[in-house]
């Protein structure tokens, strides 16, 4: 699984299932997030070194949808807690479930997502509100300042 995290928001605003751990599943995140207008010009990505991240394919998607690359430290766990903090969550309140099938696990993960994690479920890193209201609110912020 590959995600895009807003880290403003905390919102998971892509995300990708796949049999593998090629790049196209870390494109398939990174497009999900742009297509849904999640990201803005020269806005930056956050990666680990992971082969599929540092791809020339990964790359060219990055400067194609005007995204910066920023590549953590080899050896720290800090420069991608974010991600890594999602994935323990993820592995804590649905990882112990057994599906039939892969479609029925990435249903089940991609409904997590989408209706409790950025929804429903609270974040102490952005005041105990929701990835959805900590959104709206710097969306109506900006509006205001408009």
């Not at 895009?4 to 796949?18: F, N, Y």
């Not at 099938?101 to 609270?122: G, H, K, M, P, S």
Request: proline residues 1%.
């Amino acid at each position: 699984m590959a995600t895009v995290i807003d880290l403003c928001t905390r919102e998971v605003v892509g995300w990708s299932m796949a049999e593998h751990m090629r790049t196209q599943l870390v494109v398939d995140a990174i497009r999900m997030a742009h297509a849904g207008g999640h990201t803005a010009g020269n806005a930056i990505f956050h990666t680990d070194r992971g082969s599929q991240y540092t791809s020339r394919q990964f790359r060219e998607i990055l400067a194609e949808l005007d995204i910066r690359q920023s590549t953590g430290r080899t050896g720290s766990c800090f420069d991608n807690a974010a991600a890594e903090s999602f994935f323990a969550v993820l592995k804590a309140e649905i990882g112990t479930a057994v599906w039939e099938t892969r479609a029925a696990a990435r249903q089940d993960v991609f409904r997590w997502i989408a209706e409790y994690y950025n929804r429903e479920r609270l974040h102490s890193t952005i005041g105990y509100i929701t990835p959805h209201q900590a959104r709206t609110r710097f969306h109506q912020r900006l509006d205001l300042a408009a």
